[in-house]
């Protein structure tokens, strides 16, 4: 009975709201693309950056943002120091070390750099053809990011 009870429990948890962010690795977005046509938003942060962990606990965490990005967009959570190797986009990025312990991945200096440099957080979004359409380097809370979402909504030009 009192497994019955904690069963009951769990699933009343799950229906009541407690949505959590689908989150997608690069290596299946292809496959996803052939199933859906969405565009691609990539959160590139890194573990000490103290505005990509606030994103992370609040922003990503609000309600109607986890809606946005999981019925509209295919959202990757790359940590700009992945130390393994990423294959996309029929290419390999490997993690480039730059001094003692620290380094970072090819694939976010590809999509995550403006202006010459890496400034975290960065939100980057790729069109159907995974060309970089957006590439945003502030910390957005839930209500800028909500409006940046909705105007990615709209159909792609491409």
């Not at 590139?44 to 950056?49: A, E, N, V």
């Amino acid at each position: 009975m009192k497994k019955l009870i904690l069963i009951i429990f769990f699933i009343g948890i799950n229906s009541a709201g407690f949505a959590q962010l689908r989150s997608y690795s690069f290596e299946q977005i292809d496959s996803l693309q052939q199933i859906r046509k969405r565009k691609v938003v990539v959160f590139i942060h890194t573990d000490w950056c103290k505005y990509c962990q606030a994103m992370k606990n609040s922003t990503f965490k609000n309600k109607t943002i986890i809606a946005q990005l999981n019925s509209e967009f295919y959202f990757i959570d790359l940590n700009a120091e992945e130390k393994r190797t990423i294959r996309f986009n029929n290419r390999t990025f490997n993690y480039e070390p730059t001094r003692n312990n620290s380094g970072v991945n090819e694939l976010a200096i590809q999509l995550g750099t403006v202006n010459n440099q890496l400034t975290y957080p960065i939100i980057c979004v790729l069109n159907l053809e995974n060309e970089i359409i957006l590439q945003d380097t502030n910390y957005r809370n839930a209500k800028d990011l909500e409006l940046i979402l909705s105007k990615l909504k709209e159909p792609d030009k491409s």
